[in-house]
């Protein structure tokens, strides 16, 4: 019964996540950053730490990165921004709304392997048996996760195998809802999504070999160029405590130091 | 009873309406309901379709068509009824000729034998619509229309609601006309639900008199509407007699038309029909002036020499009614107090009945 | 795959999708519509704002019930079961449960109204010249309320065309599946792919303009054809 009810709870924290677009109010003088809608509930932490920190508030905006650039690109207030991958963080640099030399990498994403049901030990192998009818990704096109997982069903050599059997959510919150309500047996999520130990089922963190590195880039915006906070708070992501909570959260950091 | 009576009986609430009644009329000619407007013979109307739902018991012929003491109730498609609404009502997707068909494909197997659509159209005076959409149509032709329909079901009993109240003077001329062949024409028994004396007057063979939804009277027509006791639902003044004339020669110099009325030699505007004929003349009680003896240089034609057999006072009414026996049948008549007591009217007394020939309707029969 | 197929395959699957959902839209729709438009039951009104609840919803909030809905956890996986399945999301079959479900009070409604509009005369004139209750179903309110299903059937149609949010939750994005137009264009416009998706969304855009055009014309033919 209790284990239900948690369920609801985490599934309805999830629709609101995947429900693109969601933004905090906010009013004053204070940076606004968009961030991509997987790193969401470590922006949460790292704004609070931020505020302990230094007094200044961020007002967080989340979406999916491509979203978010076509805002920005359309003339979005927003004083920086936290993408899911490099490339479209360059390209906001590039289409001439970011400030060039501001993009860093501030966190590396990790892909776990995820089954609702309890009690697994989950492998490489666990993909590969027959029982398995559906694994569900994030969108290999729109999401970097996703290509990400499929670059490791191709270093595993399962591509042909499994490409009948694949089936994409929008983006990697998506794909975990797919596997949660039992439509898929299986979903490769972000680490970040199931390192939650009241996160119901089993998961397998899949080891970094087996897929290039998703590099999840920040960039100032030019609109943010004069802001102190926005200034501060990129400079505070590279800080060891925001670091910390980074990697505690299930992300590798630039560092190379891989959370685990 | 016998296999061509109906007996209906209905004592219970429907659309606002209190009815407690009960009759029998025979299954042919016409039968009219008549009653004021809200006197609830709609109502029962309906009930006999199958329409509104009445607690009660209703056979028509050797047919029970309702009995709730016997749980049953047949809704309105097994009973083999025609109803001609107010308003003529015909589905506006079909042409007239598709809607003349529609009652008469779903007549039941071993049914009446189907009647032609063409006599029926010639009959109601249609054939030049029947490729007509119902919406190009007057509101006369769609009535007989729709009347033509329900004839083409071949119902064993066809129930008429106000036919003609919708209509203009012209139309209703028309359909009144058409109606009086119908009734002339085919054994069909109609049911006839009106408020008007004149329409009842020249239709209707028997009467069932409604009020407040009970059965104030019933009978043949001339015999209801010679009783004193009785006026007419849409008025004192409507009150009348019915007379059964011959033709006896028609005057096209003066455009007269003579009767012969027992002994009686009437005349009135002309009308219609061969020598011989009979007609029914409906004679308003209010046109009828009473002499003690016979005027003299008087310019009414028709004096009527007869025998007071009735004299009715009502302290609440400015008339007196009183009924005049002549030979060939009976005329009504009203006067005031006054000029029945200064005359020293009574019963048995010997008077001329004068009715100027202008006041006379003559239908024929 | 060429890009040809990628580029036609959600256009057929869409137009399949509309056309099924349309179908049972009908099928399923005129019997409810019929049954609110006559019925004198006291929970009448209840079932008629489930109906129209879709109106309303977010198409998210919709889909999310329906992923629980189709999946092991409800009815749509004891259904999938009898084929072998374990799920009813990620079908094409899915797809026309929840399009039914998304476009029902667009189809229900107007049939509904063109029910109401016959009034109960023609009806009564039915019964009396020996008609049955199914018998004047379909010789009378059928025929009579033709512009409510044509716009029903209209407005059925462009709404499953236009249907987003309640694939994006329950699709799976599986080409020539479940991948409709609608999340195509989003997955072009997320991808930075400008051409093709001005193309496909510009495509729909006029594609939806002649088919409202077109209903409006028909619509009007119609209703005169009545009038006489």
Known sequence: MKGMWQRQKILLHLLLASLLGVSDA?????ARVAVAANFKLTAITLGTLFTEETGHQIAFSYGSTGQLYAQITHGAPFDAFLAADQARAERVISAGYGVAGSRF???????????????????????LEDGIRRIAVANPRTAPYGAAALQVLERLGATDQLAPKLVQGTNVAQAFQFAFTGNADLAMVAKAQVIDPTVAGSHWTVPQTLHDPIAQDAVLLLRGADNAPALAFLRFLKEPTAQAAIRRAGYGTAGGQTGD | MTDNWLEASYHGTTGGFRIDLDFATPLEGITALFGASGSGKTSILRAMAGLDRLPGSLKVGGDVWQDDSAGLFLPP????????????????HLTVRDNLLYGQKRIPLGGTAPLDIHDVAALMNIAPLLDRQPGTLSGGERQRVAIGRALLRAPRLLLMDEPVSALDQRGRDKLLVCLDKLHKDLTLPILYVSHDTGEVARLADHMILIGNGKKLAEGPTRDIFERLDILPP?????????????????????????????????????????????????????????????????????????????IRQDAASPHVELLVDIDGGHVRAQVTHDACADLGLHEGQKVHALVKSMSLDGYAR | MTDAALFWSPILLTLKLAGLSTFVL???????????????????????????????????????????????????????SLFGGRSLAFTFEGLVIGSVIYSLPFVVQPIRNAFEAIGERPFEVAATLGASPWDAFWSVAVPLARPGFFTGAVLGFTHTIGEFGVVLMIGGNILGETKVLSVTIFEYAETLNWAPAHLLAGGMLAFSFVVILLMMRMERKLRHRHDG
């Open chain 2, 77 to 92: 498609h097994q009973r083999s009824v025609g109803y001609v609404f107010q308003e003529a009502s015909l589905f506006p």
């Open chain 2, 234 to 310: 849409d008025g004192r003044l409507e009150a009348s007699a019915l007379l059964e004339a011959m033709i006896v020669a028609h005057d096209l110099l003066t455009h007269l038309t003579h009767l012969r009325v027992g002994r009686h030699d009437i005349s009135i505007p002309h009308i219609t029909g061969d020598v011989g004929n009979t007609v029914m003349l409906r004679v308003r009680a209010r046109d009828v002036t009473i002499a003690t003896s016979k005027p003299e240089g008087i310019s009414i034609r028709n004096i009527l020499a007869g025998t007071i057999s009735e």
């Open chain 1, 105 to 127: 990498t501030y966190a590396c994403g990790r892909l776990a392997l995820y089954s609702r049901d309890r009690g697994l030990t989950l492998s490489s192998n666990s993909i």
């Open chain 1, 26 to 30: 906010v009013s004053g003088d204070q």
């Open chain 3, 26 to 80: 009908l099928l399923l729709g005129t019997p409810l519509a019929w049954w609110l438009a006559r019925s004198k039951a006291g929970w009448k009104d209840g079932v008629a704002a489930l109906v129209a609840l879709p109106l309303v919803l977010p198409p998210t909030v919709l889909g999310f019930y329906l992923l629980i809905a189709l999946g092991p956890d409800g009815p749509g996986g004891a259904v999938a």
